[in-house]
C-alpha cells in the first residue's frame, strides 16, 4: 500500500506558522486498567498516553499488550470487574472519567464511535442490514423512518457499497466478510461522529478486501475531517495507513513516532519486531527471533 499523506486540517482548524495548535479531540493521560482476579491485581493497561486531533493514530501491539482494552476503555467499556482510571480522560476537553452513564451514553456513537474485532459478527442476525443502520441514526437523532433509510442508502453508497437499495433488505448471514466490514463502519459513521476507534477492522479480511477498506476509511477521514484510533497487529499495515504509531508492549507504550520515522525506531521492542517483518527482496531463510527483555514491562515500583 503506498504511502498515504496526513490528513488536512477541516475548515476552521487553522496549523499555519504560527497558529495556536488546535485542541485534541482526545486526551488520555496516565491510563490504567486493573481487573481483580484471586492471586491480586491485573494490570491490563498501564500509565498509557497519548493525545489524537483530527488525524489516523496507529496503536500496535501483540496479543495481550493491552491495545484493545485501551480502545475500550475511552468510552468506558471494559468489561466488569475491571477499573478505569486516568489522571486524564477526556473528548474535546469534556471529563469522560465523571461523566454519567447518560451522558456517555450520548457520546458513544454520535460523538465517538467504535468498531469492534469482526464487526460482521455484532450485528443482530434477525434484523436486515438496513434497519440496523437506520436504528443507530435514530437512536442519535430526531429523523423518522423515511429520512433514516434515506440517510442509510446514502452512507451505504458512501462505503462503496453497489445497490444499497437490495443490500437493505439482506440479513448478516446473507452478506460477505468484507461487505460486513463496510456495512458496520456505515453503521459508526452515520451519526458522523468527531472521532472513530477502530479495533482490528480488517483483520479478518483478505488483503485485496483489506486494502479497499482502508481506502475508504482514508476517505472517509479526509472529507469529514474526522480523527481515528486504528488498532492493530500488523506493523506494514499501520505504518502505511496512519500519521502516527504508538507500540505497546505488556501494557505500556514504549515508543511513539511519526509513521513516516518508524524505520528510525529506538527501542529494541519495536526494532525487533520491525526486523522480523518479511519483505519481498529478503533472501533470508529464516527471520530473526525477537528476544524479550524484562526490563521493558517493568513493575510499578
Not at 495548535?21 to 492471586?39: A, D, G, H, M, W
Not at 455484532?122 to 443502520?133: A, C, D, E, H, K
Not at 513516516?260 to 527501542?267: K, N
Request: contains cysteine; proline residues 7%; hydrophobic residues 40%.
Amino acid at each position: 500500500m503506498s504511502d498515504i499523506s496526513p490528513t488536512s486540517p477541516p475548515a476552521g482548524l487553522s496549523s499555519g506558522p504560527g497558529a495556536e495548535p488546535p485542541e485534541p479531540l482526545l486526551e488520555v493521560r496516565n491510563l490504567r486498567v486493573s481487573f481483580p482476579t484471586r492471586t491480586g491485581v491485573t494490570q491490563a493497561v498501564r500509565g498509557v498516553s497519548f493525545t489524537v486531533g483530527r488525524e489516523k493514530l496507529g496503536i500496535v501491539g501483540e496479543s495481550g499488550s493491552g491495545k484493545s482494552m485501551t480502545g475500550r476503555s475511552i468510552l468506558r467499556l471494559v468489561p466488569r470487574p475491571g477499573q478505569v482510571t486516568a489522571d486524564r480522560l477526556s473528548f474535546l476537553g469534556e471529563d469522560l472519567l465523571t461523566a454519567s452513564e447518560k451522558r456517555l451514553r450520548d457520546i458513544r456513537g454520535r460523538r465517538v464511535s467504535m468498531v469492534m474485532q469482526d464487526p460482521k459478527f455484532s450485528l443482530n442476525p434477525v434484523m436486515t442490514v438496513g434497519r440496523q443502520i437506520a436504528e443507530a441514526y435514530r437512536v442519535h437523532s430526531d429523523a423518522d423512518a423515511a429520512e433514516a433509510k434515506r440517510r442509510t442508502l446514502e452512507m451505504l453508497e458512501a462505503v462503496r457499497i453497489r445497490d444499497p437499495e437490495r443490500v437493505w433488505g439482506l440479513y448478516p448471514h446473507e452478506v460477505s466478510g468484507g461487505m460486513g466490514q463496510r456495512i458496520m463502519i456505515a453503521m459508526m459513521l452515520i451519526p458522523n461522529p468527531d472521532l472513530l476507534i477502530a479495533d482490528e477492522p480488517t483483520s479478518a479480511l483478505d488483503v485485496t478486501v483489506q486494502m479497499q477498506v482502508l481506502a475508504i476509511l482514508d476517505d472517509l477521514c479526509s472529507s469529514r475531517g474526522m480523527g481515528m484510533v486504528f488498532i492493530s497487529h500488523d506493523l506494514n499495515l499501520v505504518a502505511s495507513f496512519c500519521d502516527r504509531v504508538l507500540i505497546m508492549y505488556a501494557g505500556r507504550v514504549v515508543e511513539s513516532c511519526r509513521a513516516s520515522e518508524l524505520h528510525m525506531a529506538q527501542h529494541p521492542y519495536t526494532r525487533g519486531l520491525l526486523a522480523s517483518l518479511p519483505r519481498l527482496d529478503d533472501d533470508r531463510t529464516e527471520l530473526p527471533v525477537l528476544t524479550r527483555d524484562p526490563s521493558w514491562a517493568e513493575e510499578d515500583r
